[in-house]
Nanobody
Framework: QVQLVESGGGLVQAGGSLRLSCAAS????????MDWYRQAPGQQRELVARITPGSSTMYADSVKGRFTISREHIKHTIYLQMDMLRPEDTAVYYC???????????????WGQGTQVTVSS
């Protein structure tokens, strides 16, 4: 049973920082691509950042240079360091895990319960 538990969301002023964490269990962590998605009210869920088992990363254009994704294999945990936050970053942020062999089929992955990030102007 895959379990992804997010933490670290909250309320922050524009220009501030937050760090999200996602602890994974029930998977062979080193075989999984790990993602952060977000969903704002009335909008579709979008991919924010991705990290492969080898720690290659990719980012949505809207967060490049401001957000950093990382993973800690010993703790089976990924992080999203969010700096220079903007009001438009306000959303529920979801951790997502998908086996490397299914990386192009995110719908076959597993999701966390989400954590709210609110950025005030």
């Amino acid at each position: 049973q895959v379990q992804l538990v997010e933490s670290g969301g909250g309320l922050v002023q524009a220009g501030g920082s937050l760090r999200l964490s996602c602890a994974a269990s029930g998977i062979i962590f080193s075989d999984y691509v790990m993602d952060w998605y977000r969903q704002a009210p009335g909008q579709q869920r979008e991919l924010v950042a991705r990290i492969t088992p080898g720690s290659s990363t990719m980012y949505a254009d809207s967060v490049k240079g401001r957000f950093t994704i990382s993973r800690e294999h010993i703790k089976h945990t990924i992080y999203l360091q969010m700096d220079m936050l903007r009001p438009e970053d306000t959303a529920v942020y979801y951790c997502h895990a998908v086996h490397l062999s299914l990386a192009l089929q995110p719908d076959l992955g597993s999701w966390g319960q989400g954590t709210q990030v609110t950025v005030s102007s």
